[in-house]
C-alpha cells in the first residue's frame, strides 16, 4: 500500500477513534443514571480504543503491531466483566433507580441493600 494511503487511512481511523472516546466521555458527563453512565463508558470507549489501536497499527512495524493486538483482546475481555461488576455493585448498592428500568431481571436473584429510593 502507499504511504501516502496508510497516512490517511490511518489518521482516519485515529480521529474516528478519538471521536468515539469524546462522545463516551460526554455522554458519561450527561446521562443521569449509573446504568446510562456505564455504557458510555464501556462501548464507545471500546470501540475508540479500537479504532486508535488499528490506525497506530498502520504506522508501527509488524512486532509493534501484535502488542497493539494483545492490548485490544485485553480490553475485549476486561471491560465487560468490569461492567458486569460495577453494575450489580450499583444494584445492590441501591444506586439504580428501579423505576427507570424496563426489565428488572435481578429483582428476584438479589435482595436489595441499601437506602430505599425516594417515592416518584
Known amino acids: 500500500m ?15 477513534g478519538a471521536t468515539q472516546c469524546l462522545l463516551g466521555a460526554i455522554g458519561l458527563v450527561r446521562l443521569p443514571s449509573v446504568l446510562s ?3 458510555a463508558a464501556t462501548k464507545p470507549q471500546t470501540l475508540g480504543l479500537f479504532l486508535i489501536l488499528a490506525g497506530a497499527a498502520l504506522r508501527v512495524p509488524l512486532d509493534s503491531a501484535v502488542t497493539l ?4 483482546v485485553f480490553q475485549l475481555i476486561t471491560a465487560p466483566v468490569i461492567a458486569q ?11 439504580v433507580q428501579p423505576r427507570l428500568l424496563v426489565v428488572d431481571e435481578l429483582a428476584p436473584r438479589m435482595p436489595r441493600e441499601g437506602p430505599e429510593p ?3
Open 37 to 39: 453512565r456505564m455504557q
Open 85 to 95: 461488576l460495577v453494575g450489580r455493585s450499583a444494584y445492590n448498592g441501591g444506586s
Open 2 to 16: 502507499p504511504a501516502a494511503v496508510t497516512d490517511v487511512l490511518s489518521a482516519v481511523l485515529l480521529l474516528a
Open 118 to 120: 425516594p417515592p416518584s
Open 69 to 72: 493486538l494483545l492490548v485490544a
